[in-house]
Nanobody, 119 residues
Framework: QVQLVESGGGLVQPGGSLRLSCTAS????????MGWYRQAPGKQRELVAQ???????NYVDSVKGRFTISRDNAKKMVLLQMNSLKPEDTAVYYC?????????????WGQGTQVTVSS
């Protein structure tokens, strides 16, 4: 089993910063990508940022220039640096690991961490 554990969420003021971390454990194979998703109440879960095994990155337009996803392979961690936070960023953030592709794809999720941006 693959376990993902997130940390770093909290309450910040608009314009502030947070760093989310996701630590992976267990047997990891067929890794294709790691990413962060977020979901606000009453809204669909959306991809925020993703980094592939080849280190290609992808961001939702609303966070480009403000968020940065990175990996620390030695520590088996995926990080999301969030700067210039806006109230619209308020959501539960989930770490995701995608193993393989297509019909052989497996997805693993962390428990989620709350990010609240408010004055």
């Amino acid at each position: 089993q693959v376990q993902l554990v997130e940390s770093g969420g909290g309450l910040v003021q608009p314009g502030g910063s947070l760093r989310l971390s996701c630590t992976a454990s267990g047997i990891i194979f067929r890794i294709y990508a790691m990413g962060w998703y977020r979901q606000a109440p009453g809204k669909q879960r959306e991809l925020v940022a993703q980094i592939t095994s080849g280190s290609d990155t992808n961001y939702v337009d609303s966070v480009k220039g403000r968020f940065t996803i990175s990996r620390d392979n030695a520590k088996k961690m995926v990080l999301l640096q969030m700067n210039s936070l806006k109230p619209e960023d308020t959501a539960v953030y989930y770490c995701n690991a995608q193993m393989g592709q297509g019909r052989f794809q497996d997805n693993y999720w962390g428990q989620g961490t709350q990010v609240t941006v408010s004055s």
